[in-house]
């Protein structure tokens, strides 16, 4: 067997101890002559495994019991409609755009009502994240939308906006679980799991019991409302149940690595390694203002797009894969999600310090 680092953006890698439990349990999950894909979804050991999945990821964010965690289908792209389908009352919501996702999200949200945009980072191609301190946010609007990091861009908020005491919604899709998250600021906030915490298919939504409402925008329909989920715990129809099993496990792997706290000094040390090569290097740059760059996602170019291609080619068959960058940055992109051993880091950094040296002019 043999592993590459995979510094995909996602889905991504996940731990490897994960992998071999669920590997070990994959034909007879404890004892009961089956996998868990092909139990019912109603029975009692289905039951325990997404009860101890939520009950970890509780422990794991501090979720308080005023709010509730659905495990979800649609990828996070569905949100971006029952964001608005659920909390627009006033049919009037406030989004801050830094990248690709916030802005379809926002595209999304205009389809049901005004979404104004009250900050953005185009200007300079979403390298960096707007002063958020003193946003010129609309009395009447339902709440504040922002996409907490940018996978795309690598930028990430190091403090939340101002929202003056609106609704905050946050798209935590590329930094979920990789630090501590202080859920009270927030009326909800949602990841697809596939980058950081699970396999695709799953999106984690956390919201405030008071947003969880019965008259949602009309025509809604009842799969996209938070309360059909809400009320049956998240069984209201046959869920994503393997992959949620083994999001568990990645929540049992976290609780056992010390929690979000040192997840984030394991992941704030990988990106220091990475940032602080990055900053000395004569050959590679980072794209994104210094300190708004996401210990998740770094995008860097050399700046010669065939020089680009060739480091990607190479580094590739050093196995060091999915290092290609989006394509509305171009060059290159590391993602480290929670998940990317600091030996996958420093590797990367001894084979981008030969590829300098041999490339310099
Ligand atoms: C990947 C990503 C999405 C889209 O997720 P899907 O599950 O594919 O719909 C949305 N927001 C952010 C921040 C992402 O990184």
Not at 146 to 174: A, F, Q, R
Not at 296 to 315: H, S, Y
Request: contains cysteine; proline residues 4%; hydrophobic residues 40%.
């Amino acid at each position: 067997m043999s592993r590459v680092f995979n510094f995909s953006a996602g889905p991504a890698m996940l731990p490897e101890e994960v992998l071999r439990k669920a590997a070990d349990e994959m034909m007879d999950y404890r004892g009961c002559g089956m996998s868990v894909m092909e139990m019912s979804h109603r029975g009692k050991v289905y039951d325990g495994i997404i009860k101890e999945a939520e009950a970890d990821f509780r422990k794991l964010a501090g979720v308080p019991d005023n709010y509730k965690v659905l495990f979800l289908q649609g990828g996070a792209s569905t949100q971006f409609a029952m964001v608005p389908m659920n909390l627009m009352k006033n049919r009037k919501a406030a989004y801050i755009i830094t990248g690709q996702w916030a802005k379809k999200a926002c595209q999304e949200a205009s389809i049901y009502g005004e979404a104004v945009q009250v900050a953005s980072s185009a200007d300079k191609n979403f390298s960096y994240i707007p002063d958020c301190s003193d946003l010129d946010i609309p009395e009447d609007a339902d709440y504040l939308y922002i996409c907490e990091n940018n996978t795309i861009y690598g930028t990430e908020y190091k403090k939340l906006p101002n929202t003056k005491g609106h609704i905050l919604v946050s798209d935590v899709s590329s930094n979920f679980l990789s630090r501590p998250i202080d859920v009270e600021k927030y009326g909800m906030f949602f990841g697809g799991v596939q980058k950081n915490v699970g396999p695709a298919g799953v999106t984690i939504a956390v919201i405030r019991e008071d947003l969880i409402r019965e008259d949602v925008l009309e025509g809604t329909p009842t799969m996209l409302k938070y309360k059909t989920h809400a009320d049956a715990d998240s069984l209201y129809n046959t869920p994503p149940c393997y992959n949620i099993y083994i999001c568990g496990l990645v929540f049992k792997w976290l609780l056992e690595k010390g929690g979000l706290g040192a997840i984030a000094e394991y992941n704030e040390a990988k990106a220091k390694i990475f940032y602080d090569y990055l900053d000395e290097s004569s050959l590679f740059r980072g794209t994104v203002r210094k300190g708004d760059r996401s210990p998740m996602n770094a995008p860097f170019v050399t700046g010669d797009p065939d020089l680009d291609k060739e480091f990607i080619r190479e580094a590739e068959a050093h196995g060091f894969v999915s290092l290609k960058g989006h394509r509305s940055v171009g060059g290159m992109r590391a993602s480290m999600y929670n998940a990317m051993p600091v030996e996958g880091v420093e590797k990367l950094v001894a084979f981008m310090k030969e590829f300098e040296a041999s490339h310099r002019a």
